[in-house]
């Protein structure tokens, strides 16, 4: 980039920057936010505390103040359900928030089992107390890597509520999928390349838990919406795994597409009235067209939410740092380690920010910018798996004003604190990193 250009934007930056010193600074978002329904808050890697922190207090003032009414995360479902079931005090909840947060504990485990989670977990519960079923604040997962822990969860369930038939049905899909080892990689391959498919055993699954639910209608509580999502979520992996050994960017598509399902049928079960707090890697609540991600044909959640219900209705707010470390592993299923993230490369969208004021900043964002609006610049994203030496390739070239409403900056970030988790061996490398 040349200096000039470079200087320019430096300028442009330092004169909209606000400064970010404690929570009551996050205040200018909550106001920017206004009365939109759907705000999507980011992260540039699953592995910083301030920016778990950070979303932490930004959710706190939008259920106090703006009566958000859930929280949606980047989470597999039956985990991210023992949460919800533990802050509203759910019959089959587990004793502390400790023994909830050990539910995650497939690779990468730290992403939710850590301290930082586990703080907005106490708070959340403490939150719930005494108020009705319909005041209370639940948590969910939007992720679909769950196929198996969720046909489990879909079969205890109709062994207390389901008729005989309903449970066959999930006893064949079981079967069907049993003969992998619980690799979605070994499956993926054996569907789509020999037809051995199990695709029409989890939509008949689907639909017929979707069906139970509908004629329940509002008699249907929180544990029949589960086993819905349940089925969901083995349809939605069912199609990954098939999907992913041929084509990378549609299996990306499949999963995203799979998120912004979830959250209809959520504000659909929760109601007109309801607002919804999502969590998720930038590269998945950052608008996809405003990166290269559209060229390969790419979508995500930030671009279907804003498609599905209208800008003027969606607030997406982008986290990021200059440097700092991260927890992240070397390669995939490798353990955890606090790594260090290396000052942003020049010209990049973190090193403008950091030379428009060496500080934690927030910038509120506007399509009609007339620089940050049109200017594409490299993002970093971090994945699960990082190497610090190959730094050059975590950027994403993007219009930083057309991917997000406003943008979280934190200088110096810290690595987050994981709880000790004995994490499940993992698959193959079949996932993306975010």
Same mark, same amino acid.
């Given at each position: 980039m040349e200096k000039k250009l470079e200087d320019a934007l430096v300028q442009h930056i330092g004169q909209r920057a606000l400064p970010l010193?404690?929570?009551?600074?996050?205040?200018?978002?909550?106001?920017?936010?206004?009365?939109?329904?759907?705000?999507?808050?980011?992260?540039?890697?699953?592995?910083?505390?301030?920016?778990?922190? +950070?979303?932490?207090?930004?959710?706190?003032?939008?259920?106090?103040?703006?009566?958000?009414?859930?929280?949606?995360?980047?989470?597999?479902w039956p985990s991210c359900f023992e949460v919800n079931r533990y802050v509203k005090r759910l019959p089959q909840a587990k004793s502390t928030a400790r023994d909830v947060l050990a539910d995650f504990d497939r690779w990468p485990s730290w992403m939710w089992a850590n301290e930082e989670v586990e703080e907005l977990v106490h708070w959340l519960r403490e939150h719930n107390e005494g108020k009705s079923d319909a005041g209370q604040v639940g948590f969910y997962g939007l992720d679909l890597y769950s196929l198996w822990e969720s046909l489990e969860a879909i079969e205890r369930y109709l062994r207390e509520e389901g008729t005989p038939e309903q449970l066959a049905l999930a006893q064949q899909a079981f079967a069907c999928f049993d003969a992998y080892d619980r690799e979605g990689q070994n499956y993926g391959v054996s569907a789509a390349f020999y037809?051995?498919?199990?695709?029409?055993?989890?939509?008949?699954?689907?639909?017929?838990?979707?069906?139970?639910?509908?004629?329940?209608?509002?008699?249907?509580?929180?544990?029949?919406?589960?086993?819905?999502?349940?089925? +969901?979520?083995?349809?939605?992996?069912?199609?990954?795994?098939?999907?992913?050994?041929?084509?990378?960017?549609?299996?990306?598509?499949?999963r995203d597409r799979h998120m912004a399902e979830v959250l209809r049928r959520l504000a659909d079960h929760h109601g007109p009235d309801a607002k919804i707090i999502v969590w998720a890697h930038n590269t998945h609540i950052g608008d996809a067209r405003a990166t290269d991600m559209a060229a390969d044909g790419m979508v995500n959640v930030g671009q279907l939410v804003r498609e599905a219900h209208g800008e003027a209705d969606v607030f997406a707010i982008g986290f990021g740092t200059y440097r700092g470390t991260v927890i992240a592993a070397s390669r995939w299923g490798a353990p955890l380690a606090a790594m260090p993230v290396p000052a942003a490369q020049p010209g990049s969208w973190e090193a403008?920010?950091?030379?428009?004021?060496?500080?934690?900043?927030? +910038?509120?964002?506007?399509q009609e910018d007339p620089v940050l609006g049109h200017e594409v610049l490299g993002h970093r994203a971090i994945g699960?798996?990082?190497?610090?030496?190959?730094?050059?390739?975590?950027?994403?070239?993007?219009?930083?004003?057309?991917?997000?409403?406003?943008?979280?900056?934190?200088?110096?970030?810290?690595a987050l604190r994981p709880l000790t988790i004995q994490s499940a061996a993992p698959e193959a490398e079949a996932a993306p990193q975010f």
């Open positions: 010193n404690g929570p009551d600074d996050l205040d200018v978002l909550v106001q920017a936010i206004g009365d939109r329904k759907y705000v999507l808050l980011g992260e540039a890697s699953h592995g910083t505390s301030e920016f778990y922190q +950070l979303r932490t207090a930004l959710t706190r003032k939008l259920i106090e103040q703006k009566g958000f009414s859930l929280i949606a995360v980047e989470g597999d037809g051995e498919s199990c695709q029409d055993d989890v939509v008949k699954l689907l639909k017929a838990l979707h069906d139970d639910r509908a004629r329940r209608g509002g008699a249907s509580g929180e544990e029949a919406l589960s086993a819905e999502l349940n089925a +969901l979520a083995a349809v939605g992996a069912e199609d990954y795994y098939r999907t992913m050994v041929r084509h990378d960017a549609e299996s990306w598509n499949i403008l920010v950091h030379r428009a004021g060496a500080r934690d900043q927030i +910038l509120l964002l506007s699960v798996v990082y190497r610090p030496s190959y730094e050059r390739g975590n950027y994403v070239p993007s219009v930083m004003a057309r991917r997000y409403d406003a943008f979280v900056h934190v200088d110096e970030s810290h």
